[in-house]
């Protein structure tokens, strides 16, 4: 069977990746399907028994169907909260490396979700960024757009990029991070007039994340 798979950009970092990673997670598992997650770099990380592991990549691990080796999951985890570039320079990221994992993923679930590192151009080494990221894994790629001001320009601005890719931006995702952002509504309706692809759903705002219920809101 061919794995579906998927690869989350943002507009931003903090615009909701994960929390649209976790919920597309949850969405799948429901339609009966077996589920994987990836958070194959990932700056700011802490120590558990001895290893460093990222709080994005542990959540991504605890929403799988199935145990995998944390490794797998992330193979760079970055002590500090830095760009990739910088974290890295003394262990920087090779894209075959991450296809590799990945491809070992693949091979156990019916979904994957893949979960990139701040925006679209965002450095991963002295050469990739996020777009040579999901280039080498020719996964088609879905938009989280934190609502917040400013997002209208940051999504038209990653959609255009994410096209100039030449990658499949199958649609974009609304993520409510900011619960005072005036005119909600009409930054919502300016972005779907402004891209041609589909909103896959709307994540509201909630003080305490419920996975499940953000997973009701999504219509991939
Ligand atoms: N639906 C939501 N409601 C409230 N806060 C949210 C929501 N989604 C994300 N957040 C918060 O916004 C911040 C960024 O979200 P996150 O998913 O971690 O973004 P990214 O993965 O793009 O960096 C986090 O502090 C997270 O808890
Ligand atoms: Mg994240």
Same mark, same amino acid.
Not at 15 to 41: D, E, S
Not at 146 to 168: D, E, M
Not at 214 to 220: F, G, I, K, W
């Given at each position: 069977?061919? @794995? &579906? ?5 943002? @507009?931003?970092? $903090? ?13 799948? %598992? ?6 994987? =997650?990836?958070? !194959?770099?990932?700056?700011?990380? @802490? ?32 002590? +500090?909260? *830095? ?28 979904? #994957? #979700? *893949?979960?990139?590192?701040? =925006? ?7 050469? $990739? $960024?996020?777009? $040579?990221?999901? %280039?080498?894994?020719?996964?088609? *790629? #879905?938009?989280?757009? =934190?609502?917040?001001? =400013?997002? #209208?320009?940051?999504? %038209? ?6 096209? +100039? ?13 900011? !619960? ?8 919502? &309706? @300016? ?12 994540? !509201?705002?909630?003080? &305490? ?7 009701? &809101?999504?219509?991939?």
């Amino acid at each position: 069977m061919m @794995t &579906q798979g998927y690869f989350i950009t943002g @507009t931003d970092t $903090d615009a909701g990746k994960t929390c649209a990673t976790i919920a597309l997670m949850r969405y799948f %598992k429901r339609q009966g399907k077996t589920v994987l =997650g990836m958070k !194959p770099v990932a700056s700011g990380c @802490t120590l558990h028994a001895g290893e460093l592991k990222n709080a994005d990549a542990l959540l991504i691990q605890g929403n799988a169907s199935i145990a995998v080796d944390y490794q797998l999951i992330n193979p760079y985890a970055y002590e +500090l909260p *830095v760009s990739p570039h910088i974290a890295g320079v003394h262990n920087p990221v090779e894209l075959a490396t991450v296809v590799e994992r990945f491809n070992s993923l693949k091979a156990l679930a019916d979904v #994957i #979700i *893949v979960e990139g590192a701040g =925006g679209w151009y965002a450095p991963l080494n002295a050469q $990739d $960024d996020i777009s $040579d990221l999901a %280039k080498a894994l020719a996964l088609p *790629v #879905i938009l989280v757009v =934190g609502l917040r001001l =400013g997002c #209208i320009n940051h999504a %038209k601005l990653s959609y255009q990029a994410i096209q +100039l890719s030449g990658i499949t931006c199958i649609g974009w995702i609304a993520v409510c991070v900011d !619960p005072d952002l005036l005119n909600r509504e009409e930054n919502i &309706q @300016t972005i779907k007039a402004a891209l041609p692809v589909p909103l896959l759903g709307i994540l !509201p705002y909630q003080e &305490q994340l419920d996975f499940e219920l953000l997973a009701d &809101q999504l219509t991939p």
